[in-house]
């Protein structure tokens, strides 16, 4: 016994597929997948591998045995066994699941479906997955009622009417419809319904697989590579060779098609007769006996047939060069007569009755296929013979079955039928025929016979005779089939059988029922079948129209019948729909060439022409719409027949007699003319005509024929030009009373048929220009050259473009009623059709047309539509204008930019006119503008129009809604709204009155009552096998509602528009929009982009915004997140995982607390009030939980999923603390995140090869970098960050290379692609297509730029693309992937930033990341002196990075760096502050400042590590020279070129400078002046200052300190003097600025006033009093020390003269002292309170005065005493000393650095441990060195 097959595929193991972590492959989820018109799905891995699992293909190889009957025997029961078993699958019930309640549903499903247990188990498996889903689409609560109804504004509406033609049912709580969801009876129904939709389903696969196999492609989807590996694989499962060509009859495995149908055929009765039983003789459950379920189970059953049917009909269409069997011939028949109850569905429900049509067309086309009437004819005729015996034709009881059944079908007057029987005629008849010739012959042989029996000299010789139809010459054997014509009594009285040929086409009307199945086998909205199979089918229907045409000959009716099977319903507007039909099997291509068709039909149509006007040119119209686009096409057929038509056949006028008789000898009626017949000729009054006008003269002596032998109609071989012959008539028929017309006058409905020949012919050229390899900057030559045929015989003025528009504008004066509206449908066409070749006369020519409402006057359409009922030819009207509409919208964005430029040409490209001239911004404005009011009462009529059917309501609202979208998204999707040469300037008005339409508060509810209709529609199943287009239609109604509603609430958002009326209505219909996302998963995208932008509008309200949890219900969110959680498994399309990680992130970040919390948690408030966790705990189901699962493969997920995943972890870390703790428990997450950003390559690398790949890894090391961030920020919190940044800091090479510096930035290609565009787009620049915020965008190819956009409006200029796609195109794609790549380097950048910052806080004392961020610093100076776009974001960047690098100096400065890192930090960052030119001009001065305060830091820094570095150092020498070189330039450009500029921009009133700048260029100067050796440089340090006359400066900033102050604070006075104290520091300065009358200046100046006034302290009363105090204490009093020290007795006598002009200071300084036990008063605001500032005064003071006292003595004469109570203040000093505890209560601070000394511990707490901090350290140092200066001079 073979081992059976593995199912693991087919049904994984249950455990995984419980938990959630599997979704079983259903066989609706893989229809699903290989009817995605995209064909994404099917290019699914998981799909590929099920389809080509040994298992699956056996359920195909041998059909139905996926529901294989139950069975203890049977090795599914122990595969069951095993599957269910303990050791695989946990066996307690837990939260998730009881697998005991699993096993039972199975085996109850197992016995009342009797269906196999694996099977029953996986459709249960199916079930518990879906339930998310299944509770959404199932019943409506009424608190979703009542939200409905306040949305819909009809809140006193009763419950079934509160949506115009929509009845809703709502009576049930939400509570209830949970309860009854969660109850057994209901689960086993659920279950049981699941089981009835997988055998649909499976049935649907089956179907689409072999189309795949037998067409080499899936009915609606494009060929794939999964689709050939698909095919492949199944051809070889079937025992095909794939290189077989399937096409040529001659390959095709006929015997295996045959046991193929067979094998369907065996199945088919089983679906019948299951169809016609009802539930209960299936199941004894009375649970399952709904009639909801019934309704079900026939439904099931029969499109389980239809699809089984579909297999046959597609086997016996490619194997007709073989009758088929007996037994198969038997076997369909017997079941023919089981199909006759599907006349009778019509009264079941919509879901059962919309089967009926499909069924009939297949047992038509079948049954025809089985009786092979090509061959059939072949045969008859001798040309085939037969191949075996077992041919059905051999078989004559068979013969007699076939013919039984047809008579019995005709007799209960099954319709489908009559086709059949019809071809069964010719048949019977030829076995007749065959059988009387036979016979006549026998006859004759025996009368030969006799003669030679009468007369023996006579020798019978057979005669030859003619060859008869029996397929021999001489034979008159008898045939197999001579039974049944005898059996029948067929054999001498053919009369029934005529009589059955009167029925089926007098009274069966079976060319309209050809007719009728035709229709609904093409590619309309309302087909049946995929068009490839609706064309096989409507080929065997031409097959029947061509055997049966001898006997009927050329008649209205097979005429019209052979328009419907070749057109298939198909109509000018589904030209451009994609068909994917195979040429060989196209109906058109095959029916012209075809001889029999042709000779038959087409040729005799044109014979007949222009008598019978409609049939030759309907066969033109319909045959040019072949989807044949090859160069040698029937297109140029047709187009050079029209162009050369050979005759014309026409009524002889009873006025002209100038004719002879010719070839009077082959009595043919001919004649020759003898004089010119004018065809056209104007009256007498105009009887001239123009030299360009052709008149069409028949001349004389052409020769004819008289058609008929009574009457005068006539064919004349006359070569003319039946095009423009039409457009000579079309004209004439405008002003028919101008000519004499021989032709007559064209009625309605001829001229509706001209034109829509026109139409369709321009049209298709169109198409085939676009899908041709032809640029799409060229306009279609054929299509012009049409146009231009046409107007050929019409008048200098006039051309076919000019009559049409004429035409249409009689056809609005008047009323039209049926044919009139066709003529104006056909004129809409053709309008439409030349819009792409002469979009400037369309435009000029809709501007005055009546149909829109043009200024003030009301618009034609409304009142051709105006009934409730829209009759066929209105709605077709409707839908024509409505589609115009929106081409014209299109065209006017396209040629936005053409309108208004002129190409540039090479030579040899000529443009020979503009096609858009004439055509200006005013009418395109006005134009669009009525469109859209137009489509808005469209719109607000959509409630109130009676449709025929739900179809038309379906199309129309799919397309007048995009209208409205596009007209939004066009105009706010890219450009400057507010720019003078804004881009869609045309589409602004019109944009903005559909924006007030629906945003102004005055709205109403009207305009949104048809887009809930769709919404709640949309929410109802629609799950469909067949009527693919329908479905179509269906779904894109819906997305275009969901597309327009986005719209609308993004666009609010976009322009801060207040949007409170229909946000508050589409958040009352967000359930319904969550139901939308399990009801059909194209809508998904839509639906969740709707939801996205409604939380991102409500977030950014002032007050709490709306919660969508609450709008959405308990049971509702549930599901909608669970439905979500599921990420598009199986499938993991990265587009639509995408854009469910992204509206993930949008709940975390937009204040939806609750949404967010079951996200993160998993859990429900209900859930988390129910159980005893914790609230912030997450479970294994959370959308948390998923993502860290998903980032532990980071390295396997595609980026874009990666990207999307990390966006939402990062949210969530930022939004909501807690889930940090989460990520912590995770860790091979963060494993995996660093071995991610371990493993990447440098950027540089990867961009060269792929640059969208070097952006995704930068934007994914981003998230990572800010993730680790995060995780440090956290852990430090807790005192645990050590061990994960000690781990960190071994992972971050990417970072160290690539995280400072955005080198992607391709300066040359913009400023070169900027410049190029601007001259080739004259008028236009890049910035026009910049793309706005109003839609979220993604790195790659359209991230900046909107390339799709520009496709379109640009596509018109050869350049675009270029010859070798090198145009602009392909430097828009660059610009887009570099400004990506920049993008994500930016990002990268700071969240490098982020985690190096919280790096160095967590390892302060790491010598390794002292280095890194040394390292960092540099890089980020050194990025700064590369030339960058001066754009603002990269101004930005650079001061961010200078910020980075002044912060990772100081943090790096205190650790004693070395020596060599700090100097070669100092060298990069001076050569990029030398880099800038003006550093004090508005736009650098921010960043400029950050770079001085960096430059002083790291001056301190080199300062300290040049002091400390040993001199035997290894180059230490020449790194102390290198830094005083580079200390010298600073002190020039930056200390003294500065301060001259900064004290000439002070003097001006400059604003944006401050006085922290010079206070900032004094700490540089201190630092610089800090460096060892500096006093070596002194003689280059005097000629700095001489040359930028620094100290003149200062002194004159000093002077005029007191005229600048701010707010009366002298600042410039204080910080200039602190400027000259920091110089006079060095001797040689000190000595010079002594010499330059420094002291003078200092009491000459108005300063000096104040400083003498007695009320000047450290706490005077006013600002200015108090900063006089810091002039004297820190500038001039240390400034006259540091010049004493300098000069000695030389300067003394000044300095105690300058002293002695301050008696006040000099006093108080001493009384600020005095101890507080003093009897005295004392001033509480001053000498209370000691500063470090007052101690360090008296300790400058005391120096000085002992100096001078010492110089005194030894020239008492010339130096002056000062007048200072020494002694006095040395008892103070010794008070304060011996009493510390008072004067700590009594010291005070004077600043931010002395608040920090306070609360710092002493320098050395060990040695001076008698300090409690640092400020009082100092402060107490001070007054020691005081009292040992004041008692050394006491001594002395």
């Known amino acids: 016994m073979a081992e059976p097959l593995s199912d693991d595929v087919y049904l994984p193991p249950l455990e995984p597929c419980l938990k959630g972590e599997t979704v079983v492959l259903s066989w609706k989820l893989v229809a699903s997948a290989l009817t995605d018109p995209s064909g994404h799905r099917q290019s699914s891995r998981a799909v590929i591998d099920y389809l080509t699992d040994p298992l699956v293909q056996s359920f195909f190889t041998k059909p139905g045995s996926a529901f294989d009957p139950p069975g203890d025997k049977t090795p599914h029961h122990a595969a069951f066994v095993k599957k269910t078993a303990a050791i695989h699958v946990t066996p307690t019930s837990n939260d998730k699941y009881d697998i005991n309640v699993i096993k039972e549903d199975a085996l109850w499903l197992s016995k009342n479906a009797r269906i196999n247990e694996i099977a029953a188990l996986r459709v249960v498996v199916i079930e518990f997955q879906s339930r998310p889903q299944n509770q959404l689409l199932g019943p409506i609560s009424n608190q979703d009622v009542a939200n409905l109804r306040e949305a819909a504004g009809v809140a006193n509406a009763q419950t079934t009417n509160i949506l115009p033609g929509f009845k809703i049912g709502g009576t049930i709580d939400a509570a209830e419809i949970q309860a009854n969801f969660e109850k057994a009876d209901s689960r086993k129904r659920r279950i049981f319904q699941t089981y009835l939709d997988e055998c649909c389903y499976y049935a649907a696969t089956n179907d689409y697989i072999f189309t795949l196999m037998l067409q080499e492609s899936l009915p609606t989807s494009p060929t794939t590579e999964a689709s050939r590996e698909i095919r492949k694989s199944y051809l070889e499962a079937y025992g095909m060779s794939p290189k077989q060509p399937q096409k040529s009859p001659g390959d095709t495995p006929t015997k295996t098609f045959h046991a193929l149908v067979t094998q369907y055929l065996n199945l088919i009765p089983d679906s019948i007769s299951r169809s016609q039983a009802p539930i209960g003789n299936i199941s004894k459950d009375e649970d399952l006996q709904t009639e909801e379920l019934n309704v079900r189970w026939v439904q099931t059953w029969l499109t389980e047939a239809l699809h089984r049917m579909i297999v046959v009909f597609q086997l016996l269409d490619l194997s007709s060069e073989v009758f088929v069997s007996a037994q198969v011939a038997q076997q369909w028949f017997s079941l023919v007569s089981a199909f006759s109850f599907l006349d009778q569905l019509q009264g079941f429900p919509d879901s059962i009755a919309e089967l009926m049509a499909p069924l009939q067309c297949l047992v038509c086309v079948i049954s025809l296929s089985v009786l092979n009437l090509p061959r059939m004819m072949a045969f008859f005729e001798g040309e085939v013979d037969l191949n075996t015996d077992d041919e059905y034709l051999a078989t004559s009881s068979v013969l007699e079955h076939i013919h039984d059944v047809l008579e019995h079908a005709i007799d209960i007057g099954s319709s489908y039928a009559v086709p059949v029987l019809f071809a069964w005629v010719p048949v019977v008849h030829a076995m007749f025929s065959s059988y009387q010739e036979r016979a006549e012959r026998r006859d004759a042989i025996q009368n030969e016979k006799a003669v030679e029996n009468y007369d023996s000299s006579t020798q019978m010789i057979p005669s030859l005779g003619r060859r008869n139809s029996a397929g021999s010459i001489t034979t008159i054997d008898k045939r197999r089939y001579d039974d049944f014509l005898i059996n029948k009594s067929l054999d001498r009285d053919f009369r029934r059988v005529q009589h059955l040929a009167v029925v089926v086409t007098d009274k069966a009307r079976v060319y309209d029922v050809i007719a009728s199945m035709s229709s609904y086998l093409g590619v309309s909205d309302g087909a049946i079948f995929p068009a490839s199979i609706g064309s096989r089918m409507r080929i065997t229907f031409l097959d029947l129209l061509k055997v049966t045409y001898p006997f009927v000959g050329y008649k209205s009716e097979p005429v019209y019948s052979l328009l419907a099977v070749l057109s298939g319903g198909q109509g000018y507007w589904d030209l451009s729909r994609p068909n994917n039909t195979p040429v060989d099997q196209d109906v058109l291509t095959l029916a012209l060439q075809d001889e029999v068709i042709v000779e038959s039909y087409f040729h005799q149509a044109l014979n007949r022409f222009p008598y019978e006007f409609i049939p030759f040119l309907t066969l033109c119209r319909i045959l040019y719409c072949s989807p044949n686009l090859t160069q040698e096409s029937n297109h140029e057929l047709i187009f050079r027949l029209l162009q050369k038509t050979p005759t014309l056949t026409f009524t002889l006028p009873d006025h002209f007699n100038d004719y002879q008789l010719a070839y009077e000898e082959d009595n043919s009626n001919g004649f020759q003319f003898l004089e010119d017949l004018p065809l056209l000729q104007p009256v007498q009054s105009r009887k001239r005509t123009t030299a360009e006008e052709e008149s069409f003269i028949i001349p004389a002596g052409t020769y004819g024929r008289f058609i008929v032998d009574e009457g005068r109609i006539v064919r004349m071989e006359y070569e003319h030009s039946a095009l423009a012959l039409l457009g000579k008539r079309l004209d004439a028929n405008l002003v028919a009373n101008k000519y004499n017309l021989e032709l007559g006058v064209l009625s309605t409905e001829e001229t509706a048929e001209a034109i829509s020949l026109l139409a369709t012919l321009v049209r298709m050229e169109c198409i085939r220009t676009d899908v041709s390899d032809e640029k799409s900057a060229e306009l279609s030559e054929t299509a012009l050259a049409i146009v231009g045929e046409a107007s050929r015989a019409l008048p200098r003025t006039k051309d076919i473009i000019s009559v049409v528009c004429d035409t249409l504008d009689s056809l609005l004066d008047g009323e039209p009623e049926s044919q009139g509206l066709n003529a104006l449908v ?185 887009l809930l209709v769709t919404l709640v529609a949309a929410t109802q199943p629609f799950g469909r096998t067949v009527y693919a287009n329908r479905t179509e239609a269906f779904a894109a109604q819906t997305q275009a509602v969901l597309g327009l509603a986005r719209s609308l609430v993004r666009i609010a958002n976009y322009l801060d528009q207040p949007s409170a009326t229909v946000e508050h209505q589409l958040f009352k ?82 204040r939806q607390q609750w949404m967010a919390n079951c996200l993160l948690t998993g859990k429900t408030p209900r859930d988390v009030k129910n159980s005893n966790s914790k609230p912030t705990e997450a479970s294994s189901s959370s959308a948390l939980a998923s993502a860290l699962d998903r980032l532990a493969s980071i390295s396997k997920i595609e980026e874009s999923e990666a990207l999307s995943i990390l966006d939402f972890i990062t949210s969530a870390q930022n939004f909501w603390p807690w889930t940090i703790f989460t990520l912590q428990k995770n860790t091979n997450f963060l494993a995996e995140l660093r071995r991610f950003v371990r493993e990447l390559k440098p950027s540089a690398i990867t961009s060269k090869s792929n640059t969208l790949q070097a952006c995704n890894e930068a934007r994914i090391a981003a998230y990572i970098a800010e993730i680790f961030a995060m995780q440090l920020f956290h852990l430090r919190q807790i005192g645990k960050a050590d061990t994960f940044a000690n781990e960190l800091t071994r992972d971050l090479d990417y970072y160290l290379r690539d995280g400072v510096a955005v080198s992607g930035y391709n300066r040359g290609l913009h400023v070169n692609f900027a410049r190029n565009f601007s001259n080739q787009y004259t008028g236009w620049t890049l910035d026009n297509f910049k793309r706005t915020l109003l839609e979220p965008r993604s790195l790659g190819v359209d991230f900046y730029y909107a390339l799709a956009f520009a496709d379109k ?165 020449l790194t102390a020279a290198t830094v005083s070189q580079t200390v010298l330039s600073i002190l020039d450009l930056v200390v003294a070129k500065g301060f001259r500029t900064l004290v000439s921009l002070v003097h001006d009133s400059q604003p944006s400078i401050l006085p922290s700048d010079i206070a900032l260029l004094n700490a540089i100067l201190q630092a610089c002046l800090c460096i060892p050796g500096m006093d070596q440089n002194q003689t280059q340090l005097l000629n700095i200052l001489a040359t930028h006359d620094a100290v003149q400066a200062a002194v004159s900033l000093y002077s005029w300190a007191d005229k600048l102050a701010d707010q009366g604070d002298p600042i410039y006075g204080e910080l200039s003097l602190l400027f000259l104290l920091e110089l006079s520091r060095m001797s040689l300065v000190a000595e010079q600025l002594a010499c330059d009358g420094l002291l003078n200046h200092i009491t000459s100046a108005n300063l000096a006033t104040y400083l003498r006034r007695s009320n000047v302290k450290p706490f005077a009363e006013s600002i200015g009093l108090q900063r006089c105090y810091s002039i004297w204490a820190k500038g001039i009093v240390p400034l006259l020390l540091n010049i004493l020290m300098a000069l000695g007795t030389t300067i003394a006598p000044e300095v105690a003269y300058v002293l002695n002009q301050f008696p006040n200071l000099m006093r108080a300084s001493v009384d600020r002292f005095e101890p507080p036990d003093d009897g005295r008063r004392r001033d509480r605001n001053d000498r209370d309170y000691i500063t470090l500032l007052s101690v360090s005064e008296i300790h400058s003071l005391a120096l000085m005065t002992r100096i001078l006292d010492a110089l005194r003595a030894n020239n008492a004469r010339d130096i002056p005493a000062v007048e200072w109570d020494a002694a006095g203040l040395t008892e103070s000093v010794e008070f304060w000393i011996d009493r510390r505890k008072l004067l700590r209560e009594r010291l005070v601070t004077l600043g931010p650095r002395e608040a920090e000394w306070r609360s710092m511990p002493p320098s050395d707490p060990a040695k001076h441990k008698q300090y409690e901090n640092k400020l009082e350290e100092k402060v107490l140092e001070q007054l020691e060195l005081v009292r040992l200066v004041l008692e050394l001079g006491v001594e002395e």
């Open 1069 to 1150: 219909a967000t359930p319904f929009v969550a139901r939308v996302c399990a009801c059909h998963d194209a809508f998904r995208g839509p639906a969740i982009e709707l939801l996205e932008a409604l939380v991102i509008s409500a977030g950014k309200s002032t007050g709490e915004p709306p919660s969508l949890l609450g709008y959405l219900g308990p049971q509702t969110s549930r599901s909608f997140l669970q439905l979500l959680s599921t990420l598009d498994r199986p499938f993991n399309q990265a587009q639509e995982v995408n854009t469910i990680w992204r509206f993930f992130s949008t709940i975390v970040r937009n």
């Open 1353 to 1517: 409006i640009l596509g018109f200029d050869p350049g675009w693309i270029g010859p070798r796609n090198n145009g602009f195109r392909s430097e828009m794609e660059k610009a887009n992937t570099n400004l990506s790549l920049v993008d994500a380097q930016i990002s990268l950048y700071h969240a490098w930033e982020f985690l190096l910052l919280e790096l160095s806080t967590c390892l302060p004392s790491s010598e390794t990341l002292k280095k890194h961020s040394l390292q960092v610093a540099q890089q980020c100076l050194e990025a700064n002196e590369e030339t960058q776009s001066h754009d603002q974001v990269f101004e930005r960047l650079a001061e961010s990075r200078v910020n980075l690098a002044l912060v990772l100096v100081q943090r790096v400065v205190d650790n004693a760096p070395s020596a060599g890192d700090i100097t070669q930090l100092l060298t990069a960052l001076w050569a990029t502050i030398s880099s800038v030119q003006e550093p004090y001009t508005l736009e650098n001065i921010s960043l400029y400042r950050t770079l001085l305060k960096l430059l002083y830091v790291t001056l301190r820094a080199q300062a300290r590590s040049l002091t400390n570095a040993s001199p035997d150092t290894h180059g230490a020498g």
């Open 826 to 1010: 056909a004129c809409l066409q053709f309008l439409h059709a030349i819009l792409p070749i002469c979009p400037g006369r369309v435009w000029s020519y809709m501007s005055r047309c009546v149909i829109l409402s043009n200024q003030g006057q009301g618009g034609r359409l409304a009142r051709l539509v105006g009934n409730l009922d829209l009759s066929d030819v209105r709605y077709e009207f409707l839908t024509s204008a409505v589609r115009l509409f929106s081409s014209l919208i299109d065209s006017a964005m396209s040629s936005s930019v053409r309108r208004k430029t002129t190409t540039k040409t090479n030579g040899r490209q000529k443009q020979k006119y503009d096609v858009w001239l004439g055509v200006s911004d005013k009418i395109v404005t006005q134009i669009s503008l009525s469109i859209v009011r137009a489509a808005m009462d469209v719109l607000e009529s959509l409630s109130t129009w009676r449709f025929s059917s739900d179809l038309d309501r379906m199309v129309l609202v799919r397309d007048v809604v995009p209208i409205m979208d596009n007209v939004i998204l066009y105009t706010f999707s890219m450009d400057d709204v507010k720019s003078k040469t804004f881009l869609m300037s045309a589409l602004e008005p019109a944009a903005k009155y559909v924006i007030d339409s629906f945003l102004a508060p005055s709205a109403g509810s009207l305009r949104i009552q048809p």
